[in-house]
């Protein structure tokens, strides 16, 4: 009871490639990975992809199917209409290598620089107790799969390889999330650290990483918003600013993000952040853009190919501040969760890349 | 072959496989201070050791605190039908609770009890709750914190000597085909990146296998492609000795519908909750299917199965959970009778045994799998299921305590699925997760011995590398065989058919005539495209192992004639004690498996004394139960 169905599929490497079409039989209940094995045994025996489990758990058939982010054993084919054709490309924040696998190293990167959980020093192994309603919130994010389809959908670094240095991603912000949740980890910097070191302030709670999670994970609600706001709390208690700075109370070194900058506004440790690839450059405007005003127009010029960037743009605007150069409200007093979006509040994503409509208000400006 | 690029390493230990076992034995290794490899076929963190779902049995009694390592003992001993070889049994039952709480300190999250200790559950064949376990991703979790200790011991190893990959590295997408020997020992082991197509060459003394299993030479099965018994192969090929082969364990539970999910594994939380498996009639019919050596222990009515649930002390378990082999072979007769569902299985039933709440917080990634991959809601509606192939309880024959395999070769170790022995003729759930701990940490551990006691490096030979290029491109270079997908394709239909769950002897040589034809073919497979990320050559060169492996199998099969745990023939249905005694162990002569008996080590007398001697009595020869008698007697005296 198979029909035949219309697919095309991303073929190339590092050199370039093109999508190439096919036409491939369906059978009932199948799964886009179905046909990926058919098309492999069939007409396209060396179609590079990678799978395991077959069933959700592993997080390697991680693609783009007709633009969005998901997993190839997921995907089922009856979500499709008979007569639709099937698109499917490699992820696109990572290096092709060939055809449908991209080159993840960076998420194993950002893996090791996590620093790990650290086990209480005066518990033996055994002696550990922890109650449920305590473990659940942490568990939540052990859920995850590592199908890195979170950080490829980030807009921080999707089309912005200039922001990977200093930015970890979805992906690590839920695992320092996890740790700083975990009943008995030893480290009580994992929020300064997310936010000096992981660059956790580049995030403006989009919530597309919620919303291409396999696992639903509520990877904004549950994870960065509670770190980012556990940040502010710190920051902006003038009581435990004045005790660390009297006790050099801190454990945490010394950085903008903690020793209390007095000019230091909610999200300009995106600012900071950048500033590791950027000479410290002051950026009033680029404190919500989405990148975090570290932008390379070079690396901006390559990631404009193929997009239609003659249309006519609307112009950024730049953001209503109060008497003092401020923005007038916080996350705290804000009602949602973040600053608003440069794209429009109401756009959801991943937008199709042809519209597009978004540019850098300073791209085009000389670097200093 | 000069022109030929290969990337050179030099390790103390390399460990094959990054599974659970791969990684705790490279984190032992690692502790030992050995510079130390790990080769994963795939990402890091892939590995099938996250499909498991139930959990890591460990008698820590913190739910029944009656249980104890004597009672673990003594039900994996029951569930393999004693042919286990007693002394792994004995580690593992006795080590496994230091090697969850050691997880613990890496920062594994278990599901807890309301005092706060790791929360146990029930599962099929264990006297009392025994899995810890996190919801029904026991395995995500185990590898996910392996994998993190490891980052962390890199991290530590970036602060000493300022690399991460100072002492321990991963090389994922890594495929080792060859391991090369100095005489009789191990001098490192060839393979190519996945990824470029790359050749990479691993000078190391000691290997560890920790390859899994078999199951993809199976059609049906929940296994990962990664499943092609590489180190089973890696091992033959070395001079190691393969044991119980022919024990394969069809889990009773894979998805039947859809198709394309067809195999895929429906976890045993579902019966240890409350779940019952029912015919096309709406019989609950495990009752008809207890087997007499388990009578005493499972229940008789549906009522008192169902007390069970609440109050184990005073009722008798569902018979529903009983051991993996008898509800596979319960549920293959309900079928063959015609008394299943249209899709080929039976029914399991939660939806009208549970409320829809709980069984979305007691399973959630079930109620996922199935809303997700199958379009049905488990809450309202019961599964459709059927025995899938699951785990090989053979595997490389090692010496019980250190892991070293047994043949002629030296520096081999072997933990996990692809090593033999610990679980007899049928692994219990929940034994998997705990042996991965308990031997992958001795065999990293006693590799890591190994290497300090040589006293000279073993040398790597250039002509055996060279060979192992020739044979690994060789594939690529022809273009008038057959496609590997094809061969594979028709391996699974001779395994899946012939060497199934009931077997034959007829169709056993049968099995055995065609795997001598698909040799010939497999020699002479090719492979279109080139050596990068090429999925094709990948499995022409993974076939060559698969086809040994099945070989192993078949000839085991035909020649044990009885029935135990996963080795079921229907020309002799019955257990047979003088089978008992017997391992079958395959070797290689040439490239010809040959197949010889060897006599299991014989328990010491306070272990053997651990059971009853009516228990004992449907195992053990006449003379093995007079032995036991003398000892009693000898006792009480």
Known sequence: ?368 | MTETRIERHHYDVVVIGAGGAGLRAAIEARLAGKKTAIISKSLFGKAHTVMAEGGAAAAMGNVNSRDNWQVHFRDTMRGGKFLNNFRMAELHAKEAPQRIWELETYGALFDRTKDGKISQRNFGGHEYPRLAHVGDRTGLELIRTLQQKIVSLQQEDKQEFGSYDARIRVFSETTITELLLDGDRVAGAFGYYRESGEFVLFEAPAVVLATGGVGRSYKVTSNSWEYTGDGHALALRAGATLINMEFLQFHPTGMVWPPSVKGILVTESVRGDGGVLKNSEGKRFMFDYVPDVFRKQYAETEEEADRWYTDPDNNRRPPELLPRDEVARAINSEVKEGRGTPAGGVYLDIASRKSAEEIRRRLPSMYHQFKELADVDITKEPMEVGPTCHYVMGGVEVDPDSGAAFGTVRGLYAAGEVSGGMHGSNRLGGNSLSDLLVFGKRAGGHAATYTDQLTTRPAVSVAAVEAAVETALAPLQRDTGESPYQLQQDLQVVMGDLVGIIRREGELADAMRRLAELRERVAKVSAAGGRRYNPGWHLALDLRNMLVVSECTAKAALERQESRGGHTREDYPAMDPKWRSVNLVCSLDGDAVRLTHKPLPKMRPELIGLFDRAELAKYLTDEELAEFDALTEEANN
Not at chain 1, 119 to 128: E, H, I, K, N
Request: glycine residues 8%.
């Open chain 1, 1 to 368: 009871m198979g029909s035949k169905r219309q697919f095309r599929i991303w073929r190339g490497d590092e050199t370039g490639g093109d999508l190439k079409d096919y036409t491939v039989e369906v059978n009932e209940g199948e799964v886009v990975l179905d046909v990926i094995h058919r098309l492999q045994a069939t007409e396209a025996p060396d179609l590079a992809c990678r799978w395991n489990c077959k069933a959700g758990k592993c997080g390697s058939c991680s693609m783009e199917i007709n633009g969005k982010p998901r997993l190839g054993c997921m995907t089922r084919m009856s979500t499709f209409e008979e007569s639709e054709t099937v698109t499917v490309t490699p992820l696109r924040t990572f290096p092709v290598i060939r055809d449908l696998v991209t080159d993840v190293s960076f998420n194993y990167e950002k893996a090791r620089e996590t620093p790990a959980f650290a086990p209480p020093a005066d518990v033996a192994p055994g002696d550990y107790r922890m109650q449920q309603v305590d473990v659940e919130r942490s568990q939540e994010f052990r859920k995850c799969i590592e199908c890195f389809l979170c950080q490829n959908v980030c807009h921080v670094i999707r089309d912005h390889d200039e922001n990977k240095p200093a930015f970890s991603g979805p992906r690590y912000f839920i695992r320092a999330a996890e740790l700083d949740m975990h009943p008995l980890d030893a480290r009580t910097d994992r929020r300064e650290y997310a936010q000096s070191d992981m660059g956790l302030g580049f995030c403006n709670i989009t919530k597309c990483c919620t919303e291409v999670c396999p696992e639903h994970i509520k990877i904004t609600d549950n994870g960065i918003i509670p770190m980012k706001e556990r940040v502010v709390d710190r920051r902006y208690d003038p009581l435990v600013w004045l005790g660390n700075k009297i006790f050099r109370r801190g454990q945490v070194p010394q950085t903008s993000a903690t020793s209390g900058h007095s000019s230091g506004a909610v999200t300009s440790g995106g600012a900071h952040g950048g500033a590791h690839a950027h000479g410290g450059g002051s950026h009033a405007g680029g404190v919500h853009s989405h990148a975090g005003g570290s932008h390379d127009s070079a690396a901006e010029r390559q990631a404009q190919q193929g997009v239609n960037w003659h249309r006519e743009v609307p112009h950024p605007t730049a953001p209503a501040v109060d008497a003092n150069g401020k923005l007038p409200l916080t996350e705290l007093t804000f009602n949602k969760a973040a600053a608003p979006s440069p794209f429009g509040d109401d756009v959801t994503f991943p937008l199709p890349p042809e519209h597009l409509n978004f540019a850098h208000p300073q791209q085009d400006e000389p670097k200093h």
